[in-house]
T-cell receptor, first 113, second 116 residues
Framework: DAGITQSPRHKVTETGTPVTLRCHQT?????MYWYRQDPGHGLRLIHY???????DKGEVSDGYSVSRSKTEDFLLTLESATSSQTSVYFC????????????FGPGTRLTVT | AQTVTQSQPEMSVQEAETVTLSCTYD???????LFWYKQPPSRQMILVIR??????QNATENRFSVNFQKAAKSFSLKISDSQLGDAAMYFC?????????????FGTGTRLQVTL
């Protein structure tokens, strides 16, 4: 167990509302990632962080923002949720030593109606 | 950009038998890592096995082994003595070894069914 939790685990929200998903780690790893999982696509990177207040975009970042004010927390925000953002969201942390394996949280199922 | 292809959406194996899941990838890099992740119905992503591209020896973890063919850009997973608990989605993933904060690129997954 890599000490990663995600909250909430399930959420149903309406189109146009803001949503924030939280990822919390207990092991002070530098790199953290947000992925989304959709049928037929595997997991795709949304945003990642390489330190407090240091973040960058992934391949599917439109409509999402992130923040990292503490090493242990990485927040993903949907400013105005759309139905296309219905998905399962995974947070991952990366080991600080080679081979830098990534370990995943339990996931959050988000439904936008 | 790197791509990962899993051409078998679903596979089935009888308990105690052996099954091989296929994965191919495309990259222009020479140094990278390849992974297989397992996702059971609980949805948790579990790292099964890792292969470093610079190693010629195929990785093995208990009943799980890989056949890594670097020239062919092929990375298959063999599960021996299949058990009911092996039933899951399996994802192949690629990660560059250069730079930092290198993302994982995933295939679309293979759903493995294990029958009695």
């Amino acid at each position: 167990d890599a000490g990663i939790t995600q909250s909430p685990r399930h959420k149903v929200t309406e189109t146009g509302t803001p949503v924030t998903l939280r990822c919390h780690q207990t092991e002070n790893h530098r790199y953290m990632y947000w992925y989304r999982q959709d049928p037929g696509h595997g997991l795709r990177l949304i945003h990642y962080s390489y330190g407090v207040k240091d973040t960058d975009k992934g391949e599917v970042s439109d409509g999402y923002s992130v923040s990292r004010s503490k090493t242990e927390d990485f927040l993903l925000t949907l400013e105005s949720a759309t139905s296309s953002q219905t998905s399962v969201y995974f947070c991952a942390i990366e080991q600080d030593t080679l081979p830098n394996e990534q370990y995943f949280g339990p996931g959050t199922r988000l439904t936008v109606t | 950009a790197q791509t990962v292809t899993q051409s078998q959406p679903e596979m089935s194996v009888q308990e105690a038998e052996t099954v091989t899941l296929s994965c191919t990838y495309d990259t222009s890099e020479s140094d990278y890592y390849l992974f297989w992740y397992k996702q059971p119905p609980s949805r948790q992503m579990i790292l099964v096995i890792r292969q470093e591209a610079y190693k010629q020896q195929n990785a093995t973890e208990n009943r799980f082994s890989v056949n890594f063919q670097k020239a062919a850009k092929s990375f298959s997973l063999k599960i021996s003595d299949s058990q009911l608990g092996d039933a899951a989605m399996y994802f192949c993933a690629y990660r560059s070894a250069s730079g930092t904060a290198s993302k994982l690129t995933f295939g679309t997954g293979t759903r493995l069914q294990v029958t009695l």
